[in-house]
């Protein structure tokens, strides 16, 4: 490889590194999807929206946010929230009502209640069990008695020296 290819190389990785870094700072902070026309005119209120839909999953993009979606149904759930909200209803009631109709899947933190119980404690189960099976296998073995292996009969002892020669 030339020099100038090398160097040629060097200089389209950082453009590539400094126009990553770029996208990164842009999508990160407040960088939200949130349009300006969804923002409530109530401070308050609009910092409970922010709390509430930060909490629920955009359904197209998946583990993304509906804060953080620019998906047209994550518009629709963010609004949703907004309008609940300025009917009076509270967080709680507000995200009861997404999930009544969306399902738990539209939670970010599914609720360890119920058939999800499982899904939480079959983690550390599975691990708690796997640690006994390993601490039991450590400790059998641990226990095996070791036979000595027995020497060599002098008759073994030649037919080996013989095949060694050979």
Known sequence: MTRARAKGMLRALALALVLGMALLAQMSGEARAVQPDEVLDD???EERARDISSGLRCLVCRNESIDDSNAELARDLRLLVRERLVAGDSDKEVVEFVVDRYGEYVLLQPRATGSNLVLWLAGPIMLLLGGAIGWSYMRRRGRASETPAQALSEAEAERLRE????
Not at 163 to 166: P, S
């Open 163 to 166: 095949i060694m020669k050979e």
């Open 43 to 45: 401070p308050a209120l």
